[in-house]
């Protein structure tokens, strides 16, 4: 195997967390089970069989090695890939393709499927994504990964199964979509960014950003800028209904001690357990 960039890897139930993200360095991510990725800041080697990404905003430290895992999927003779990205974003990214692709003597075949808020994109029977807005200081966007099942509706409960049968073979629609928030991911954003989405607070699992956390860092000014300072975490401790909240995209101003201790020291109980620090 080969090892070319950092990578981080946390089990939840049924899910795997991988990836890495450091302000203004690199942010990747996926989920192998949901066969799907967040931002390519990077590309490491062993995510390129992911076959769909979504792609948060476009600075270069979320997006700068998308031509990379295109290029290494076509070398690999695997299927072109769908990335999707924000709406504004399609135009001027099929057109450093066709640049690259001249230069490189070599074709970059994949879909830019264009995202804004409010979409829904349905990867499978059992899984949809959401899109919604984010704060940052180009468009940005978050998603969140639902599941999908189908449960009987209450008005049929505890009839028994044959009933149940003869009105469904009658052409009743005896079960309804139920949606669980699965994993959400907020991307770049200042605090807005969680507010406007509430399924965010909702999902088993959510990566959000914490790129700051000492108090002489203001949070005025990290708002502006498009971010989330720690004091933002613990001002909606009682929102957050997640079982995992992985903090990321921390600023290169801390050291990796620095970060545990900001957080240990405001946070000591770490969120009831459920917040992981992702350094």
Not at 9 to 21: F, H, N, P, R, V
Request: net charge positive; proline share 7%; with cysteine.
């Amino acid at each position: 195997m080969i090892h070319n960039l950092p990578v981080k890897t946390l089990a939840y139930k049924d899910l795997t967390i991988e990836g890495y993200s450091r302000a203004a360095v690199q942010t990747y991510w996926r989920i192998p089970e949901l066969k799907l990725g967040f931002d390519l800041g990077a590309q490491p080697w062993s995510f390129m069989g992911t076959p769909a990404w979504f792609i948060s905003h476009t600075h270069m430290d979320h997006l700068a090695a998308l031509p990379v895992y295109v290029a290494r999927r076509r070398m690999m003779k695997m299927e072109p890939p769908v990335i999707y990205m924000p709406e504004h974003a399609i135009e001027p990214m099929q057109r450093i393709l066709r640049l690259l692709s001249r230069i490189d003597r070599g074709r970059l075949p994949c879909t830019l499927s264009p995202i804004r808020p409010g979409d829904e994109i349905e990867l499978s029977r059992e899984h949809v994504v959401t899109i919604s807005p984010t704060v940052h200081t180009v468009p940005s966007l978050g998603f969140v990964v639902w599941e999908r099942r189908r449960k009987l509706k209450s008005e049929f409960v505890g009839l028994p199964g044959e009933t149940i049968r003869d009105l469904r073979l009658g052409g009743a629609e005896v079960t309804q979509e139920i949606r669980l928030p699965r994993v959400a991911y907020l991307g770049d954003s200042a605090p807005g960014g969680l507010d406007a989405c509430p399924a965010m607070f909702e999902a088993e699992v959510l990566i959000t950003e914490v790129t700051f956390v000492a108090p002489r860092h203001r949070k005025e000014k990290i708002h502006k800028f498009g971010h989330i300072h720690l004091d933002d975490l613990i001002e909606r401790r009682d929102r957050f209904r997640n079982h995992l909240i992985i903090a990321s995209h921390f600023s290169t101003r801390y050291h990796s001690s620095q970060i545990r201790a900001h957080v240990h020291k405001l946070l000591p109980d770490l969120m009831g357990g459920k917040l992981h620090l992702w350094i």
